[in-house]
């Protein structure tokens, strides 16, 4: 069988990250085109996979006067970039792989599914996390009944304090205009996972949170505009230098120091410092969304969830409370715990156990086993390899607008008004 052949639509941290697949596996997989505005992005994904000058563009809409050029598109551009190419590989007839979110709107994301809908193309959405093998263990149990009916879930999505300042106070997801709101640029994933385990409709749900700490009225006395030239950044836990230049050292040239420079040496990490977004003071910048929220959601049948997304932590997997009328499950993303109400006993599964070392193991192996599946289906022509389609997007992607809806406005929005 030939290898299933994708255009990468943005050569940046993700579109990167789903390309690596065909570098593993070229057997399955090929990346013939690539549409990238930036050269030195762009240059790297050629030389990486060998694509044909007469390939690589520099804007998507270049790739969609062509003839059809894959069988897939991998679409990774930034947020508010998501519909346009949606839309129009749609409706050249490309198999689509789309990052999350869909859209920064319900609007947005109804053009997307009516659009894959109407052209009969295969699609997804890069909701990882529904990938995973600690996931899908611990989704399979809920199904299985081994708690009895689920009846409550806890979820906590602890965003590390500088993960918090990489990207949602210097970097693309930092301001609700240039993106969206932080419930749909970072949690629709959890919000998604929520909706996945509890395989019931939601009902209705509520919301809190706000931007509390990375504003000018927080910052300690003596902070400069750039942490370079900053009199007090020996003492400020969200220093730029520290951040990116110990990650350097550790051998972290990837993500997150990669995002700053194409070129991750010491000199030219300090340059972007000095010059570009990410060597702002975290309380100087342009940033608007929240740093900590908490999601309530009803379901059918009566059965609750809430989700915490907090700034202020160490960076770690999210963490998940599963309560049911026979047992318990805790999971950090790893390990599940399986506390049984009859026996009294509690046993530990180890979801990495068996696990492979793939270089495609980000997000838990969430990574590997969406472009696994992705690729299965389009080379088999079949949507059931797909967890993340249009129909089960939509439905969390509105239950995030109904939430952030319900924060702005103080009150309970109900899935009638979606």
Known sequence: MKPVTLVVVGAGSRGTTYARFASAFPERAKVVAVAEPREAYR???????????EKAFADWRDV???AKLADAAVIAT???????????????????LLEKP??????????????????????GVCHVLRYTRYTQQMKAMLDSGVIGDVVGLQRLEPVGFWHMAHSFVRGNWRNEAESG??????????????????????????????LKHFRAEEAPEGAGERCVACAVAATCPYSAERIYLEALRRGHTGWPVGVLTPEPTQEAVLAALRDGPYGRCVYRADNDVVDHQIVSVEFD???????????????RHRETHVFGTRGELVGD?????????????????????????????????????????FVRA?????????LSGPDETLASHLLVFAAEDARRDGGVVTSRGE
Request: glycine share 10%; charged share 20%; net charge negative.
């Open 43 to 53: 240059r790297a994904m050629v030389d990486k996979h060998h694509i044909p000058p």
């Open 64 to 66: 969609a006067a062509q």
């Open 78 to 96: 930034q947020d508010h970039m998501h519909v346009e190419p949606a839309a129009a590989f749609a409706d050249l007839g490309y198999a689509i």
């Open 102 to 123: 869909m859209a920064p709107g319900p609007e947005g994301c109804r053009r997307v599914v009516d659009a894959v809908k109407r052209n009969n193309v295969l699609f």
């Open 181 to 210: 709101p932080m419930l749909l640029t970072k949690s629709c994933h959890d919000l998604d996972w929520i909706h996945y385990m509890m395989g019931v409709p939601w009902t209705a749900v509520s919301s809190f949170g706000s």
């Open 301 to 315: 049948g009566g059965r609750t969830a809430t989700f915490t997304m907090m700034a202020f932590t160490k960076m």
């Open 333 to 373: 993303g790893r390990f599940i715990r399986h506390y049984d109400f009859l026996t009294d006993k509690t046993r530990e599964i180890d979801t990495e156990a068996d696990a492979d070392g793939s270089i495609l193991s980000g997000h838990g192996g969430g990574d590997f086993g969406l472009m696994d599946r």
């Open 378 to 386: 389009v080379a088999e022509q079949d949507p059931q390899w797909i």
